[in-house]
């Protein structure tokens, strides 16, 4: 007999008035099954259930069966916080409910509204929380740890405020991955500054002491951690225990810090290392720690990786100096620019000197632009950036020049020194303070103090500041906009609310809107980095009349949350986007979420889809901009798509930014990486070389043509560091970059955000061994593109000849009676006409050899190769072996290995990401392995490794520093012909790449560029 299926629980809920307690618990036990069918029914009766409840004449448990079902019927309801409430007092029936998995959405749900509340308790007060809302707590932690749902438990904690969880879970667990993740949780989801540092203070003393014995993947969050603290007083001890039993890895750790370190962390961690007695072997491994944290060895090694490497096609750049008019200002610039990108740090002005005519052109600003582009090309040659900027330089007597246009090389020169000496200052800020008080022209002045700015950034020299502040209460438009940045980059990340307040005061009051944005944006760089400390200079900028001010605010904004990804700060920025009244505030607006996005590059595309297809072009040439700077280096198909069609938009300005950024977004990938990496170079190519095209847009493709092969084809653009933080020099980098939409001469800070992307080995001494190391991925993913051919030369082809309709006749004729002779069929003839075109070359037609589909004919092309003869192709190697000192993309870091077996091991692994595994079916999924990687922008590693010597009996071979030779004149050498990469320049001194076996000299000769003859 089939059980009849209830149709009402109106039986049931009768009970529930009988005066016999019995009745009253069987009715609240059947209710509890029921209520998922009859909820509306028993919902009518709620206040019966509640005072059943709360009444003392029912049993504990029947209470608690009460408050079940209420909680349950809430829930039914949509009142989530009453049938929480309901359910605290549920006691053990919810708890019998929650493991009886029944009703499994009604408990997650409010387990998830007991935590969120726990959380909300927890955040305003720890004394006023309902200590049953504790026990459900508890009871959810003891679970995660129970089943292994450590990072459930550790995610609770750290909104919950219950930093004891984690030790709990660590104990219980001792994986370090789990700290990792807990410290990536707060670096990477915008928590205030103070709980930031508090959970980090927690987390440090929890990993183990790191030793090359453990083969420890440690180093990566750590570095990390003790970057963001910027705390000296916990990375002394951490690397001071390390000497002298692990000298390797002290040097490790001292390089990662020196490149993701500020300037005064690192200053005060040399300080504070101890003095140990002379001659003594801790002496010099302290001496060297202090070396390496000064910045400068790592500039000297990434300078001598992108001299050896440089890549650079100087056919590209002889074809872009064809195509732009030279006396044009705008097209100088892009040129210069261009080239000063490509050549960056590579020390090679070979393209400057074999183009004297060229550069002499250039007057005025473009001049400026133009030496200052030797600091560019130079950068990090800090040993002979005096020397080299010598010419240029303002007399020391500080006296106005007597050539007609020299402020303008001086101005550049001085720029140039701050550009070369950028992250290792120190030694010219004398120097360019001196320069600075001793200008009289506002030219030179704002050259000074650029340089002094970007040499000192975030030095925090109060000396520099007061001259920088003193230039500025001059007045003059061209030296106080200089002034403004220069004084926010001094302060850069500081918070310092007097010096905030001196500038946002003088900004009110000058009438030049170029000092009023020099100080807008020199706010934002002052509160670089300090989340909810900025917020009160942010609400008042963004509320200025002054659409400066407020262009100020939104970059302020965007720099103190940089890298964090905070919500509120991306729902502000989209709302200023849409609305606010000025078109330059709107695309500042929308540039600046690349800031707050960075890492994570693959939502940008989603977030700005709509913003690229807006009516307002100066919101659509954000968006480009916005795409460009955080998915930079990633070669991201997404933004790709979106940006490529944005290079045809009907505006100028829109077109240079889509242009643009699709060279920072495609920067080091190979064709097999990107398939639009061909087409966006013949793009290039094609509207530079375009006289028709508008100039904007001619000035955006050059430019991108620079970004696309930076740093001679070996380096990217990334505003992470290797260690996982911000990188600081490039976001402030790419901040003044985007205002050459102003000012030309900022377009030369980009180069503050080229990253080397390299491999580089040193043993236990310091010094560079020859040793090689594997790459397991297809050489073709990760090579450089292949040198551009010149355009050949077409030979004058033969006009066909004329046949006049009697002689072919005639012809005809012949031939018919030569067939009959030889008993030949009779040929037919030709159709007469009066002329017939005869063309002297030999039919191509495919005719004979049968009908062949397009499809079929590329098909056979593919396997008979070029010679056609049936060869089959050669299958490419799925590894490759590479050496110290070669290139190595961020997405390739995955694929590297040592050998086992090999003499040399570094002390931390090169990726924080696993390699790829070889041969196989594996190795076809390559590409898109790749190109994930590229879209995760932290993939950690590479750069400097210390290596253990396995052998260290042996004799060992090591490279020569070309940086490092002692001066020797070099012989002459002939120009190449060809201009492609790695020509021979002509002789001039170290800063040149020569061939590797030849010796460099320095310092170079200096020469005068032809600047005087001002067109």
């Known amino acids: 007999m089939v059980a009849r299926q209830q149709s009402s629980a109106a039986g049931v809920l009768a009970l529930l008035a009988e005066p016999d307690p019995v009745f009253k618990q069987h009715a609240l036990k059947s209710l509890n099954t029921l209520v998922t069918e009859f909820w509306a029914e028993i919902s009518e009766d709620i206040a019966l259930i509640e005072s059943l409840y709360e009444t003392e004449e029912l049993p504990k448990n029947a209470r608690d069966a009460a408050a079940l079902l209420a909680s349950k019927v809430y829930y039914y309801l949509g009142e989530y916080d009453e049938a ?60 995660c740890i129970e089943e292994g749902e450590y990072k459930q438990a550790i995610g609770i904690a750290l909104e919950s405020r219950r930093l004891d969880i984690i030790s709990k879970v660590y104990e219980h667990a001792h994986d370090t991955s789990l700290l990792s993740y807990a410290m990536d949780a707060v670096l990477d989801t915008g928590v205030s500054l103070s709980y930031r540092d508090q959970v980090l203070n927690f987390l440090l003393p929890l990993f183990p002491r790191p030793s090359t014995d453990s083969k420890t993947s440690d180093i990566h969050p750590l570095t990390r951690l003790l970057v963001t603290l910027s705390d000296s007083s916990k990375a002394l001890p951490l690397l001071t225990s390390l000497v002298p039993k692990e000298t390797a890895l002290a040097y490790q750790f001292a390089f990662d810090l020196a490149e993701g370190g500020s300037l005064d962390f690192l200053e005060n961690i040399r300080s504070g290392l101890p003095e140990s007695a002379e001659g003594s072997k801790e002496k010099e491994i302290f001496d060297n720690l202090r070396k390496i944290l000064s910045g400068q060895e790592s500039v000297k090694l990434y300078l001598e990786f992108l001299k050896r490497n440089n890549k650079v096609d100087l056919l590209i750049l002889k074809s872009t100096k064809e195509a732009l008019e030279g006396r044009s200002s705008i097209f100088h610039s892009a040129l210069t620019f261009s080239n000063a990108f490509m050549h960056a740090g590579t020390t090679s002005d070979i393209f400057l000197r074999e183009n004297l005519d060229w550069l002499g052109l250039a007057s005025n600003w473009a001049k400026f632009s133009a030496t200052a582009a030797l600091g560019v090309i130079h950068k990090g040659y800090y040993e002979q950036g005096m020397t080299i900027l010598g010419p240029y330089l303002p007399s020391q007597t500080g006296g106005e020049s007597t050539i007609p246009g020299a402020a303008y090389s001086e101005g550049g020169a001085l720029y140039a020194l701050g550009l070369i000496n950028a992250g290792c200052g120190r030694q010219v800020e004398g120097y360019l303070r001196d320069a600075l008080r001793a200008a009289q022209g506002e030219v030179v002045q704002h050259g000074a103090a650029l340089g002094l700015g970007i040499a000192g950034m975030g030095g925090k020299n109060a000396e520099a500041y007061d001259d920088l502040k003193q230039t500025l209460f001059t007045d003059s438009a061209v030296a106080g906009e200089g002034a403004g940045y220069a004084m926010g980059l001094v302060m850069l990340g500081s918070a310092d609310e007097q010096s905030a307040q001196e500038m946002l005061t003088y900004a009110r009051e000058t009438q030049h809107e170029k000092i009023i944005r020099g100080l807008a944006i020199g706010l934002a760089l002052n509160y670089y980095g300090r989340q909810e400390e900025a917020d009160g200079m942010v609400k008042t900028l963004l509320e200025e009349k002054d659409p400066i001010l407020r262009y100020g605010g939104v970059y302020t904004l965007a720099l103190a949350y940089a890298g964090t990804s905070n919500n509120d700060s991306v729902r502000r920025l989209l709302h200023i986007a849409v609305s606010d009244t000025s078109d330059d505030v709107r695309r500042a607006a929308v540039t600046s979420l690349a800031f707050l996005l960075f890492k994570n590059p693959s939502q940008v595309p989603r977030i700005v889809q709509l913003l690229s297809e807006s009516y307002n072009p100066h919101v659509r040439c954000g968006a480009t901009l916005a795409l460009g700077i955080a998915c930079a280096g990633t070669g991201l198909q997404d933004a790709v798509d979106i940006l490529e069609p944005m290079t045809k938009d009907s505006v100028d300005f829109v077109r240079q930014g889509a242009l643009i950024s699709l060279g920072m977004v495609l920067v080091e990938q190979s064709e097999a990486s990107s398939p639009s990496i061909a087409s966006t170079r013949a793009m290039y190519a094609k509207i530079v070389g375009d006289k028709h095209e508008d100039p904007m847009a001619r000035f955006g493709a050059a430019l991108g043509q620079g970004f696309i092969d930076a740093g001679g084809r070996n380096t990217t653009i990334s505003l992470q560091s290797r260690a996982g933080t911000r990188n600081t020099s490039a976001i402030v980098g790419m901040v003044l970059f985007c205002q050459f939409w102003y000012w030309f001469p900022l377009a030369h800070a980009a ?66 009676k030569a067939g009959q002779e030889r008993g030949e069929s009779e040929l037919e003839p030709k159709k007469e006409m009066d002329v017939e075109m005869k063309a002297d070359e030999p039919s191509t037609s495919t005719a004979g050899q049968g009908d062949i589909s397009p499809i079929a004919g590329s098909l056979s092309d593919l396997a008979d190769g070029p010679d056609g003869k049936g060869k089959t192709k050669k299958p490419e190697q799925t590894s490759e072996e590479l050496s110290n000192f070669s290139r190595v993309t961020p997405a390739q870091l995955a694929y590297i290995s040592f050998s086992s077996e090999g003499r040399y091991q570094p002390v931390r692994p090169v990726s924080t990401k696993t390699a790829a595994p070889k041969g196989g079916k594996a190795a076809s999924k ?15 590693g590479g750069g400097i490794l210390i290596l253990l010597d396995r052998q260290p009996d042996q004799s060992e071979e090591f490279i020569e520093l070309e940086t490092q030779l002692p001066p020797q004149q070099p012989a002459p050498v002939e120009p190449v012909p060809n201009g492609n990469a790695n020509a021979a320049p002509e002789p001039s001194g170290p800063h040149i790449a020569h061939d590797e076996s030849a010796p460099e000299a320095e310092p170079p000769e200096s020469f005068e560029y032809p600047f005087d003859n001002d067109a």
């Open 926 to 940: 390559l590409t898109a392995g790749a190109n994930a990687m590229a879209s995760e922008r932290y993939a950690g």
């Open 751 to 816: 180069c503050l955000a080229f990253e080397p992307t390299g491999i580089i080995g040193l043993n236990g001494d310091l010094k560079p061994p020859k040793f090689t190391f594997v790459s397991n991925a297809k050489p073709s993913l990760f090579a450089y593109p292949p040198p551009t051919k010149p355009p050949k030369k077409e030979a004058p082809t033969k006009v066909a000849a004329a046949v006049l309709s009697t002689t072919a006749k005639v012809k005809a004729r012949e031939k018919r």
């Open 84 to 143: 929480l409430s309901f359910a605290l007092g549920a006691g053990s029936a919810f708890e019998a409910e929650t493991r009886s998995g029944k009703s499994a959405e009604y408990v997650e749900t409010i387990v998830s509204k007991a935590i969120d509340r726990y959380i909300q308790a927890r955040s305003e007060s720890t004394d006023k929380i309902d200590p049953r809302l504790g026990t459900i707590i508890e009871g959810i932690f003891k679970r």
